[in-house]
């Protein structure tokens, strides 16, 4: 096909898309075109409605307002299944393959070659060959899918989805688990459905590789779309903008930083294959390091590697000099670490436990369950706690569950601190909370700080980040960037670090 | 090469042709054909209520129910066959239908009302066990030329006799085979134990491919009471109890995982076999307590469930490496 400089007739084209669940917009008149021989990639942070876009258009949802046009005709896919018949195929980042079944078989599930009533194994597999060695991969197809990578198995999904529909692919956050030859791997094979006239859809959170294999952007904030743009003609730092959507003028901050102590924590090449790239980071009593960067940047996994979450792969730890091995939390715990997690619902609170158990859950942990903590003593710091941190609740009874975010974000701060850390890990603690807990939790901090603890903390509320932090160390990719100290560090800085190209590599 | 899905078959296969070497080094005489004629009469109904387990298993559920099918199938065919003047092939077509259907229905429960199998099996399993009950309490004897004409049937090989009932427990295991490895249903059933959600956004008929491994079940467990009263010439609704957990063990002991996904119905024939073996070797033996063939397949069980387990970690590991050797794989070609 020839480069068409008018826009050629696109693929499909969906005008005024609006989606509304109970209470919110999901989406908001949203149009995106989508090009033969184009990868297209739809931008946006978490809850901008790529996803509910994605599945509007494949038929998991139905949409509530709007026109989809596949080769110029209206279609309407009421299911996946339908969606896939007419044309539209998608990969998931999780592999949406059967690690049991043979690499033909899952190829063709469904819609095997038969003879008479009986699937024809031997043409199954020979078609199975000759489909992948289109993407140049040479594996046996009679091997179980389990036995490749995850890279090769998102390649057999994709060419599962491109055998089946054949017009448009949607590829949802493919690379989110790949390392970076991975990714390559993966690029080679999209670069070739491009050629091929296919119109493909790219989502993820990596900006590089956007720009890396994308010739098209929708960008989204809030159900709206932003904007469309080539992105030859803009810059990684005109879409962070758009996608942020933040004015970048830099807020007067009085921040009394203090004075940072002895050297308390020193990270040197810690790193996971395929999680985050090796990093070295110091931290010191009386310091707040703060943890900036996109959605899916590496700020949790940095967290979750210091605390022993994941096993570290690479690298060493030393504590005020001595050299320390984690190899799970529990190490942590007793080097005296702490970590707040990011999902509290999943991974902090336990719901159906009262609001004390809660608090002591972490304390009695570590002194092992074969000597409890006396009862007056539970009583003693929970109450000191709730006190401390100004928790609002009706009894130390009530299960944690009931509590709003906020209170539960400050229970889960009172497990941790009633364990007396040296080093405090806090990753988003102030997710989902309302404006009035948002600014004890900072004033929390602050304090904290100036107790002498040294604290790591991970937030995508830049504001926030720039109003307590020491030091601001920015990730971007799985890798740490830059790090900004003193005036550097203001909201615009923050940004003009993420987006920019020339960023330390 | 051996593909590391074969292996499991490989070992069972191993472990019965280990175990009978072991018998017939004791028991020279255990290597006749009259005892490998035995083991398939003994085992018949068994058999055939296992491969409709394998099934069961494989689409990773459970299926409790059959020893009670069992039973209710051979009280089903003496009352029929007493109080009535119907043709046993019409009573067999007639109880084959029912259990089917009862089978069907039990899938049907399932997966409409997203309930586990085991409860919604173990109900069948009071169900049907009741309904045999209400037939009759008593062991009713079968008295029917045809009965007696069919028991009759055999080949005669070297002196040893190998009955009907043998040869459908053969056959059966060859459709189950065929079935399971060469049909699109086979394919659904391994896909539904692979990842109901995986195999539903892969366009598997969830609902049909369930109801059809119950009917199957349920099927299986109708023919293989019709088996069991050609065997014992009379139906008794006290008769089988236990029988499923004895099927669930020879599926497991034939290296299917029983969280389903893996697995093949070959492999539950030589489970059946396996288990039959140690039964005979304890006839052979004559001083042995019978209960020692269920200390043996206790054992079995339990090797074999340590062995999937070091299976699993050995996949898991070399999916590791695959990882490893894709990245530096590409790397070398970039």
Partial sequence: ?505 | MIRSTYLPLLITLATFVLAYALCASAYPAMLSFRVVANLLTDNAFLGIAAVGMTFVILSGGIDLSIGSVIAFTGVFLAVILRDTGLHPLVAFALVLALTTGFGAAMGATIHYLEMPPFIVTLAGMFLARGAAYVLSTESVPITHEFYDTLQDMYWKIDGARFRLIGLVMVLTFVVGIITAHRTRFGQNVYALGGGEQTARLMGVPIAATTIGIYAVSGGLAGLSGIVFSLYTSAGYSLATVGVELDAIAAVVIGGTLLTGGYGFVAGTFFGILIMGLIQTYIVFDGTLSSWWTKIVIGGLLFAFILLQKGLTWAAEKRAAQARLRTATGSAALS
């Fill in chain 1, 1 to 505: 096909m020839k480069d068409v400089p008018t826009p050629d007739r696109p693929v499909l084209h969906a005008r005024g898309i609006s989606k509304f669940f109970p209470g919110t917009i999901a989406l908001d008149d949203v149009s995106v075109r989508l090009m033969p021989g184009e990868v297209h990639a739809l931008l946006g942070e978490n809850g901008a409605g790529k996803s509910t876009l994605i599945k509007c258009l494949t038929g998991a949802y139905r949409r509530d307002a709007g026109v989809m046009e596949l080769d110029g005709q209206e279609v309407d896919p009421a299911s996946t299944a339908e969606s896939q018949r007419l044309g539209i195929g998608t990969v998931y980042q999780e592999v949406n393959l059967l690690p049991n079944l043979t690499v033909a078989e899952n190829l063709f599930l469904g819609r095997q070659p038969t003879r008479g009533r009986f699937i024809a194994r031997r043409r199954m597999n020979a078609m199975a060959r000759e489909v992948l060695e289109s993407y140049g991969l040479d594996i046996d197809p009679a091997e179980p899918l389990s036995g490749y990578s995850v890279a090769i198995q998102q390649v057999i999904a994709i060419a599962r989805a491109v055998d089946m529909s054949g017009k448009v692919l949607i590829l949802d956050e493919p690379t989110a688990s790949l390392d970076h030859d991975e990714v390559q791997l993966l690029f080679r094979v999209i670069r070739q459905l491009k050629a091929r006239g296919l119109a493909v859809v790219f989502i993820t959170h990596f900006l590089d590789q956007v720009f890396d294999i994308s010739d098209r952007a929708t960008v989204l904030r809030n159900g709206q779309v932003v904007g469309e743009c080539l992105l030859n003609e803009v810059t990684q730092h005109d879409v962070v903008t758009m996608m942020l959507g933040r004015q970048l003028e830099a807020r007067v901050q009085n921040r009394d930083t203090g004075r940072a102590g002895k050297t308390l924590v020193e990270i040197s090449d810690l790193g996971k294959r395929g999680m985050i790239d090796p990093f070295s980071l110091t931290i010191h009593e009386g310091e707040v390091v703060g943890l900036a960067g996109l959605l899916g940047s590496g700020r949790t996994e940095t967290a979750n590697l210091i605390f022993g979450v994941v096993p570290a792969d690479q690298g060493k730890i030393t504590l005020r000099g001595k050299a320390i091995d984690i190899t799970n939390p529990r190490d942590a715990v007793a080097h005296r670490f702490a970590l707040c997690p990011e999902d509290r619902k999943v991974d902090g609170i336990v719901g159906d436990l009262s609001v004390r158990d809660n608090i002591i859950l972490a304390l009695q942990a570590r002194q092992g369950w074969m000597r409890p903590i006396p009862r007056a003593k539970v009583e003693e710091i929970a109450q000191s706690y709730v006190r401390a941190l100004d928790i609002r609740l009706a009894s130390l009874d009530m299960p944690i569950r009931l509590l709003s975010g906020g209170n539960q974000q400050k229970a889960l701060l009172a497990r941790w601190l009633a364990t007396n850390p040296d080093f405090l890990i806090l990753d988003e603690p102030t997710r989902g909370i309302d404006v009035g807990a948002h600014a004890e939790i900072i004033a929390l901090i602050e304090q904290l700080r100036a107790d002498g603890m040294a604290l790591l903390v991970a937030s995508s509320e830049l504001e926030e980040l720039v109003a307590y932090s020491t030091r601001v160390i920015v990730l971007r990719d799985r890798q740490q960037v830059r790090e900004l100290t003193g005036d550097d560090i203001s909201p615009a800085t923050i940004i003009d670090v993420i987006a920019t190209e020339e960023a330390a590599r």
